[in-house]
């Protein structure tokens, strides 16, 4: 009973740190997320003087018009929709790379 004790101990925390991670990773790329939904949407800019980087540029933008809450609007509906898909593919993984290893 103790093994499989372990074993459900070990799913559940495979799938926080799955979950974990792919919060973690959304965080990071929802900025950029939000510039490539808008150049989409809107386009190239137009008329503008963008010196550098059109990411760059995007991003100042956001942040003079928008603030900070702007860099990361979408992130929540991403991580409600993402956060079961992250947790049962990390602990797939795991489960399969501990079946497929051998040891010897």
Same mark, same amino acid.
């Given at each position: 009973?103790?093994?499989?004790?372990?074993?459900?101990? +070990? *799913?559940?925390?495979?799938?926080?740190?799955?979950?974990?991670?792919?919060? $973690?990773?959304?965080?990071? @790329? +929802?900025?950029?997320? !939000? *510039?490539?939904?808008?150049? /989409? !949407?809107?386009?190239?800019? =137009?008329?503008?003087? !963008?010196?550098?980087? $059109? @990411? !760059? %540029? +995007?991003? /100042?933008? *956001?942040?003079? =018009? &928008?603030?900070?809450?702007?860099?990361?609007?979408? #992130? %929540?509906?991403? $991580? #409600?929709?993402? #956060?079961?898909?992250?947790? @049962?593919?990390?602990? $797939?993984? &795991? /489960?399969? =790379?501990?079946? #497929? +290893?051998?040891?010897?």
């Amino acid at each position: 009973m103790a093994a499989d004790a372990h074993g459900h101990h +070990s *799913i559940l925390c495979n799938a926080g740190a799955g979950a974990a991670a792919g919060v $973690i990773a959304a965080t990071f @790329v +929802s900025p950029l997320d !939000v *510039i490539k939904t808008r150049l /989409q !949407v809107h386009g190239l800019p =137009k008329n503008e003087n !963008v010196r550098g980087s $059109i @990411v !760059v %540029s +995007s991003l /100042q933008k *956001i942040f003079h =018009k &928008e603030g900070l809450r702007g860099m990361y609007r979408g #992130l %929540s509906p991403t $991580i #409600l929709a993402l #956060l079961p898909n992250w947790a @049962v593919y990390f602990t $797939i993984y &795991e /489960q399969l =790379k501990g079946r #497929l +290893s051998t040891d010897g």
